[in-house]
C-alpha cells in the first residue's frame, strides 16, 4: 500500500500507528530521500522522510526483547530487490521524559506560520536531555511532544553495538 505523500509521520505517532494496525496492510511504499551509503551498500538502520526508522531484518530480529515494537514491511522503489528485507519501525511508546532545565529548545507557539497546531510541543531541539528517573524500563521510546526523537536504553545501545549493525548514530541525552 502506498502511502498519500506526506502520510509518512503516522509511523511516529501513538495515533498513526494504531491507525497502521488498523489498516492491516503487511507492506507499505515509502519515500525515501536516500537509502543507504553512495557507495551502494547496505545499512541495518537509516531514516526515511518524517523520522521514520528503516531497519533490516537482521536488526528488526536482534530486537525481539523490545515490547512496544510494530514493524511493517516496506518496498522501497530505489532498491526493489532490497524488499522485503526491510521495515518500517514503529513505537507506541511515548514517555514524557524531557527535562526542560538542562535541555535547550524552542516550543512551538499558537502563532506558528508553518505548524500552529503542534503549539506547545518541542520545536527546535538544540541539545536534548531527559530525565532517566522517568525512562526506567522502558528500551526505547519516542518522547511526548517532541517526537521526532527515537531514545535507546543502554541494553538495546549495547545489543546494536555487538551486533555490528551499520547506520546508527548514538548520542548520549542524559547527564
Do not use: Q
Amino acid at each position: 500500500m502506498k502511502l498519500k505523500s506526506g502520510d509518512d509521520w503516522k509511523f511516529t505517532t501513538a495515533d498513526g500507528v494504531a491507525h497502521l494496525s488498523a489498516l492491516g496492510e503487511d507492506k507499505f511504499i515509502l519515500d525515501m530521500n536516500e537509502f543507504g551509503p553512495a557507495d551502494g551498500s547496505a545499512m541495518d538502520f537509516t531514516i526515511a522522510a518524517h523520522d521514520v526508522p528503516i531497519v533490516s531484518a537482521t536488526l528488526k530480529d536482534a530486537l525481539f526483547f523490545v515490547d512496544g515494537l510494530y514493524y511493517y514491511a516496506v518496498a522501497i522503489p530505489e532498491k526493489p530487490s532490497a524488499s522485503p528485507h526491510y521495515y518500517a519501525m514503529a513505537t507506541d511508546n511515548f514517555i514524557d521524559c524531557f527535562d526542560e532545565r538542562k535541555s535547550v529548545f524552542s516550543i512551538f507557539t499558537p502563532d506558528d506560520p508553518v505548524r500552529p497546531d503542534r503549539a506547545g510541543d518541542y520545536h527546535s531541539v538544540i541539545k536534548l536531555i531527559i530525565d532517566p528517573a522517568k525512562a526506567v524500563g522502558h528500551d526505547i521510546f519516542r518522547i511526548k511532544r517532541y517526537p521526532t526523537a527515537l531514545i535507546v536504553s543502554e541494553r538495546v545501545k549495547i545489543t546494536l553495538e555487538r551486533g555490528g549493525f551499520t547506520g546508527l548514530d548514538f548520542r548520549l541525552c542524559t547527564e
